[in-house]
């Protein structure tokens, strides 16, 4: 008996799933199932791409407007408060040397650091960080699917279950939500 793939989204009424399914076969009319791992891949994936690389775009497009418009703080080569290190804030001997005994014309000129790469502005560094989020949410959203689309075809496949087009969205949704957690602790801080 050769199953057909059903046509990508195939979403249908979950409530033909979950209500009144006392003494009714597995296969409900009216709903879509997958049989295949490679269909379960494509559908998790569409799901994942459509839902996960909108969220890296944004995270994206703030680090790259962070980083060509930084704040006024950075601008200026003033350090803010906050960005001294632990170290400065506790040691007992001062890092930087009193500049009490200079008054007047005798104060020694600002060292000036040369810039690390010169030919590059802001604007092209914050493109390649854009093109960096753009690029990792597409490898994440190929190598998320394929992960969780093959162990959950697998999971059903040796309970002898029947794969609704609603679980490929479901991983969808999971690793969206996964994504987020992992990138809030670690990205924000850099941006």
């Not at 998790?44 to 930084?70: D, E, K, R, S």
Request: aromatic share 16%; net charge positive.
């Amino acid at each position: 008996m050769a199953r057909d793939t059903p046509k990508w989204p195939s979403l249908y009424n979950p409530g033909l799933e979950i209500l009144n399914i006392e003494d009714r076969p597995p296969n409900q009319p009216g709903g879509s199932y997958l049989y295949h791992g490679g269909d379960v891949f494509r559908f998790t994936f569409y799901w994942t791409l459509i839902l996960y690389t909108p969220v890296f775009l944004l995270c994206g497009a703030y680090a790259f407007w962070n980083y060509t418009f930084p704040p006024t703080s950075a601008r200026s080569g003033v350090r803010h408060p906050k960005e001294e290190s632990l170290y400065e804030m506790t040691s007992p001997i001062p890092l930087y040397p009193s500049t009490s005994r200079y008054t007047g014309s005798n104060l020694p000129p600002p060292s000036k650091l040369p810039k690390i790469n010169e030919r590059r502005s802001r604007v092209a560094f914050a493109t390649i960080i854009f093109v960096l989020f753009v690029a990792l949410s597409v490898a994440g959203s190929v190598l998320g699917s394929a992960v969780l689309g093959f162990i959950m075809f697998g999971l059903f496949k040796a309970a002898h279950f029947h794969m609704s087009t609603w679980i490929p969205f479901l991983l969808a949704v999971l690793q969206v939500l996964v994504g987020l957690l992992s990138v809030w602790p670690s990205i924000i801080e850099i941006i």
